[in-house]
């Protein structure tokens, strides 16, 4: 059994049911945490062409020096699902002509002393211009940005887990969301591709 709640860390338990056994009860830890092996409410918007943010098993993506995205999430997590730019259709549907933007749903951090945010992303960049991977934190008044990606950044083209002191860079309330962004904002068409897993 695999059972998660937006607010608590996913659990897997293995329990055999019979007449005596019917029932089992399951005990979730409170934490805000999303390997995305569940569907558990994140919101996907923008004005990409394509390219745009889906939950998906990664196919990766192969161009001309080889793959531009990995062919598996992070391995460490439950299952085989992340959030993928333009999973289908190879290079052609990589982020194209704008931004996608992939959101959270609400986190309560009212009451959280110090929390600390973390995630894995994989970036690819095919030419140094305006492209971006922007992460960002909104309280429901303001938005911060908490990490910009761009091409030549030594994390570019692999599983690179970013963590953040939240009370460090924004006020915690109880209206909290994460945003994720993927641009493409270069006249020319480059190559833009993304990966993000392991939310917590």
């Not at 056994?21 to 995305?36: K, V």
């Not at 923008?46 to 992070?74: C, Y």
């Not at 945010?117 to 095919?126: A, I």
Request: aromatic fraction near 14%; charge should be negative.
């Amino acid at each position: 059994i695999q059972l998660g709640k937006w607010g608590f860390r996913n659990q897997i338990v293995n329990q055999f049911f019979d007449e005596n056994n019917a029932f089992i009860e399951i005990n979730l830890i409170p934490e805000y945490y999303d390997d995305f092996s569940l569907d558990l409410g994140w919101s996907v918007s923008g004005d990409a062409l394509n390219g745009n943010w889906e939950r998906a098993v990664p196919l990766g993506v192969e161009f001309i020096e080889g793959f531009t995205t990995p062919t598996s999430d992070v391995e460490s997590d439950f299952g085989d699902f992340c959030y993928v730019t333009g999973n289908e259709n190879g290079i052609s549907n990589n982020v194209n002509a704008g931004t996608t933007i992939l959101q959270s749903p609400i986190m309560d951090l009212s009451n959280y002393n110090n929390p600390t945010l973390s995630y894995y992303r994989y970036c690819y960049f095919q030419a140094a211009s305006d492209d971006r991977f922007i992460t960002k934190i909104d309280n429901g008044i303001e938005t911060v940005i908490l990490e910009g990606v761009q091409e030549g950044d030594p994390t570019e083209m692999i599983w690179h887990q970013a963590s953040f002191d939240l009370a460090n860079y924004i006020e915690l309330t109880e209206n909290m969301r994460f945003i994720v962004e993927v641009s493409d904002l270069e006249g020319a068409a480059h190559v833009v591709d993304a990966r993000f897993d392991v939310f917590r």
